[in-house]
Each structure stands twice: as structure tokens, then as C-alpha cells.
């Protein structure tokens, strides 16, 4: 095993310190945010709303009228940026809570102020699409904690919903002697290539999906295998792998033609037999979402 760097984490959270909600992703509607300011104060923290979070610009969380400075065409992923910026620049605000995944978190990675987030490290919370910020941190050295976004928060199972809270309080009930990146595995996929896909040296990678077609899954641990992320890594930590298709006509295909192999097939074929390959872990898209830091 590699020897483990790990990297500098944000100070944990006292009672009454600030949380911003932002939706760096999909839009959330004004009950969502409420529920999410509510579970907040619950937890005996402080929700701060910014200003704008429930503009929408399609399926975005954004503004095509915000005028942010940014050089990108869309006035969305500036609008949504900033929002995070501002947490970051915001000395009172000691963490970040996802309100949603779907799509739009890798649209803003060229857009986040490092420096600011640097200079005084935020916990970024979420998981699914917020895997892009959260290997955003990974990469500049600071942890980031994988767990349910606020939308999921309520059908999370009770202990794991308040394993966050305990985390962010640094009471912690597991901990881990791996070092551990990762997250969604699409997420990561599309992040291939780019300067924003997580350094897995001297880490076992978590790795989870929802909703995929088998031969999609059987891609994404090719180019893995490909670009040498198995190599590099210690292990692959498996969590959920929600709701899985296949070219079938239960599945809405036009005729039955199925991939052949069952997720624990594909991931054997694409690692040798004696690498750590740790399964069951309840991390994911679901009731079970136990919450990870990362890196």
C-alpha cells in the first residue's frame, strides 16, 4: 500500500456556526430550501440563504441576468459560482450543504475562487453530481465530505443523516485508516482527463451509481483500467449501484439483449483477482448514505 498524504481538513463545527445552502447544480424550489434551512437549525447550526438561491435557468440553479464578471456564456453557472464563492470568501460561513446533484457542478469548477477557499478551507457537502467539487477540494489538498445533499436528506436513514451531523461536529463513530476519493462514478468518468479527476495515489477510490445501463458500467471500469487509476489506487470501495438497466425489454428495449455480466462480473474483469475490492458499503443513491470524508 501507498504511503497515505492525506490532506488538511476544514475545522470541524461548533454550535451556531454557518452553513450556506447553495445548489450548485439543479434548481431547488423555495420548499426544498426551507426544509434544508430547517434540518440546519435542527442540527443546531445556521442556515444562511443567499441571495438569488431559487433563480433557475432551465434545469440549472442560476440567473441569465446575474452579471458576475464571468468569461462563460452562461449566465447560470456564473450565478452559481458565485454563490459558492461567496461562502468561501465569508470567514463566518464554515461549510457548504449541496441542495441537489443532477447536473451542472463540473460547469463551474473553472469558476471557484481557490484562493479564497484555500486561505480559510469550507466543508463542501454532497454527493452524486457534487463529486466535481468535492474532487475540486481533494485536488488542492483539503478534505470534503461525501454525504446525502439536502434533497435526499429526509428519505436518508436516520443514524446516517445524523452521522453527518456528528461528522461535521468531528464525532466521529468509524474511522477509516485508508484514505479515501471518489464518489459518483459518472461524475468521475467525465472528469477523466481533465485537472479536476481526483489524484488517487496512495487512496482507495469509492465508487457509486444510480440508474446506469450494465455495458455504460462496463465502460466507465474500461477507461479507468485504461488511464491507469487502478494502478495508481490502493483499492476500490464499493458502495450502491442504485437501480441498474440492462438491454432488455423489461428494461424498454425493443428487443432482449443482455450485457451478461452482473456489476461484480464487470469489476472482476477490468482488476487483477487479488486486488482489494471492498463491496457493500452503504454509500450511494438510497436510504443508506453514510457519510465519507474524502481525501
Known amino acids: 500500500m501507498s504511503k497515505i498524504k492525506f490532506g488538511i481538513r476544514p475545522r470541524y463545527l461548533k454550535k451556531g456556526d454557518k452553513i450556506m445552502l447553495a445548489a450548485p447544480a439543479r434548481f431547488a424550489s423555495a420548499a426544498l430550501i426551507q426544509e434544508a434551512a430547517s434540518a440546519v437549525r435542527a ?76 486561505s480559510d478551507p469550507t466543508w463542501i457537502i454532497g454527493f452524486s453530481d457534487v463529486t466535481a467539487l468535492l474532487s475540486w477540494s481533494i485536488n488542492l489538498g483539503i478534505a470534503a465530505l461525501h454525504a446525502p445533499v439536502a434533497s435526499t436528506y429526509a428519505s436518508t436513514n436516520e443514524i ?45 477510490i469509492l ?6 445501463y450494465l455495458y455504460h458500467i462496463d465502460r466507465m471500469f474500461l477507461s479507468f483500467k485504461l488511464a491507469g487509476v487502478f494502478k495508481k489506487a490502493d483499492g476500490i470501495i464499493i458502495g450502491t449501484f442504485s437501480d441498474l438497466r440492462d438491454n432488455t425489454i423489461l428494461d424498454g428495449q425493443a428487443t432482449d439483449n443482455p450485457f451478461g455480466l452482473s456489476l ?9 483477482d487479488n486486488y482489494p475490492v471492498k463491496f457493500d458499503n452503504p454509500m450511494g443513491h438510497g436510504e443508506m448514505n453514510y457519510p465519507v470524508v474524502l481525501g
Open 43 to 118: 442540527a443546531g447550526f445556521t442556515p444562511v440563504i443567499p441571495s438569488g438561491l431559487e433563480a433557475r435557468e432551465h434545469q440549472f440553479s442560476g440567473d441569465s441576468d446575474f452579471e458576475g464578471g464571468s468569461t462563460m456564456p452562461s449566465g447560470s453557472d456564473a450565478h452559481r459560482a458565485e454563490i459558492v464563492n461567496s461562502a468561501f470568501r465569508d470567514k463566518e460561513v464554515r461549510a457548504v450543504w449541496a441542495l441537489r446533484g443532477g447536473y451542472g457542478c463540473g460547469r463551474i469548477l473553472p469558476l471557484l475562487d481557490s484562493e479564497a477557499y484555500l
Open 160 to 204: 446516517h443523516a445524523e452521522a453527518l451531523w456528528k461528522t461535521l461536529r468531528g464525532e466521529f463513530d468509524v474511522v477509516p485508516n485508508v484514505k479515501i476519493v471518489g464518489g459518483n462514478m459518472s461524475v468521475l468518468y467525465s472528469l477523466l482527463g481533465t485537472p479536476y479527476f481526483p489524484n488517487v495515489e496512495g487512496s482507495f
Open 264 to 272: 461484480k462480473e464487470i469489476i472482476s474483469a477490468h482488476v487483477s
Open 207 to 212: 465508487l457509486e451509481d444510480l440508474d446506469e
